[in-house]
């Protein structure tokens, strides 16, 4: 299966349009419920954002030509967010080089390690 680069696009501004859209609604929590166990595949709400981010960090190493291990995975993990706002800041720091990457100012790389 072959997917354009515009397809590619516009599935990366519909993620970023959604999870900006959970960040607000997100904002509405206290501490104590964005950190509270709520017994599903990832813990927390927390979690479930840095969930998010890992994958997103992840297409990107990879498209970069890296391949991170579980040591660089740790750059990632939910314990390196205990806010929301640390979310929205690595998001946006995640934008630009996902976004400069699909506009064809990057080599997109499609190997496996």
């Not at 990366?12 to 595949?41: K, V």
């Not at 709400?45 to 990107?60: F, P």
Request: glycine residues 4%; aromatic residues 12%; negative net charge.
């Amino acid at each position: 299966m072959t997917i354009t680069l515009e397809t590619l696009r516009e599935l990366f501004d519909y993620n970023y349009w959604a999870r900006d859209r959970q960040l607000e609604a997100c904002a509405a929590l206290s501490e104590e419920q964005f950190l509270r166990s709520m017994g599903n595949s990832f813990a927390s709400v927390r979690d479930t954002l840095a969930h998010m981010i890992y994958a997103e960090w992840v297409w990107l190493e990879r498209w970069s030509g890296r391949f991170p291990t579980k040591a660089d995975a740790q750059e990632v993990a939910a314990e390196r967010f205990p806010t929301l706002t640390q979310f929205a800041t690595v998001g946006a720091h995640l934008n630009t080089p996902c976004a400069s990457t699909l506009t064809g100012s990057r080599t997109l790389r499609s190997s496996s390690p």
